[in-house]
């Protein structure tokens, strides 16, 4: 028992020292203290010695996403990484004038901070106009909250087969470089782990959520890891506007040719040459922005399809010539007989000789162009009624 009692007024002595000796300190007298070449050394984790991980837990606030890029497989954003640990270390329980202390951003290379680094990044850049954006601040009990501002180009995989009516998940993976599990762990701090300004404006995407989960034992099973995932919605009116609206306008325009008479031939194949090209020329303007990949995207098959209607539209006037001139040769035949049977026979005899009939094949090709007129404006009401249910409605 009078153990005990010793053991209580030697630290009850200890803590009013520790009072008295920081109570009368300046901030500036304070941080000398506790910086101490003597007691504090920078380059070790706060609980090296103990032989157990210090937990660092990290909050990132999301300033903005500046582009999603399809052809490079990345995103940019801007955003604040916010950390905070403790370190016993730093405790300075008996200074009352403040509850933290904060340092300069000089100062930072006196004090131990996490190896963070970004697991996806491509391209990053700090913030230093006018001072470097960071900050650490310094607590009674030895936590320490350290906060920087970066801009990163971050990579993101993406399946583009429902292209433009996909959703993505792009990740941002933030790993300890140097140190394992057994000195540094990483912990989505409870509340808030992601922030963001509301509303967050990103071009051609929605902003659904976001999944948090702890990527240790996926990459590396020695770092400490965690990962967020970003659900992307993609907004395809700027495709409804500048893709669908002008190639559904391009194949209506190819189906003027089954109006235009069958001799005007020129007309008929200046429209259908102009249709095709015109949808050649679209459909590259769609693919410009997108990687090479190997599997059929959603736009695809909508500008194939496309392209097959408006090829089928002059594919049609081609057919359609073909038997007009095989009945415009067959009048040339009839003709050079009678001919012929003029010069044999009497005068009288060939004009009692009865007209020939209208060619089979001249009342055929009529009637394609009005069978066309028909069934091409129809099978494209069917293609889009089952493009637009399996895309919009299958998938929501």
Known sequence: MPIVILVLLLGHISEGSQHEVH????????????????YYDPRIPPDFEQDYPTNVTLQLHILNVDSINEGSLDYSINLYLRQQWTDPRLVFLGYNKSIWLELDTRMLQNVWVPDVYFRNEKKATF??????????HIYRNGTVSYSLRLSLTLSCYMDLKRYPFDVQECPIILQSYTYTVDNVVFHWAPEDAISYTNPLNIPQFKFVGYELQDCTYI???RF??????????????????QVYTPSTLIVILSWISFWIDIEAVPARISLGVLTVLTMT????????????????????IWM?????FVFGALLEFAYVNVLSRRVQAL????????RAKRELTPMADVANEPE??????????????????????????????????WYLIHFT
Request: aromatic share 12%.
């Open 23 to 38: 109570g009368g300190m300046s901030r500036r007298e304070v941080l000398a203290s506790l910086l101490n070449d003597e």
């Open 127 to 136: 913030h230093n106009v006018t001072v470097p954006n960071r900050l650490l």
């Open 219 to 221: 990459f590396e099973n």
């Open 224 to 241: 400490a890891c965690i990962k967020a995932d970003f659900k992307l919605e993609r907004e395809f009116g700027f495709f409804l506007i």
């Open 281 to 300: 020329t679209q459909s590259a303007g769609a693919q410009a922005s997108l990687p090479k990949v190997s599997y059929i995207k959603a736009v695809d």
């Open 304 to 308: 194939s399809t496309c392209m097959f």
């Open 331 to 338: 009048r040339l035949r009839s003709q050079e007989k009678r």
């Open 356 to 389: 020939d009939e209208i060619p089979v094949p001249r009342f055929s090709a009529r009637q394609i162009d009005k069978v066309s007129r028909v069934v091409f404006p129809s099978l494209f009401s069917i293609f889009n009624i089952g493009y637009w249910s």
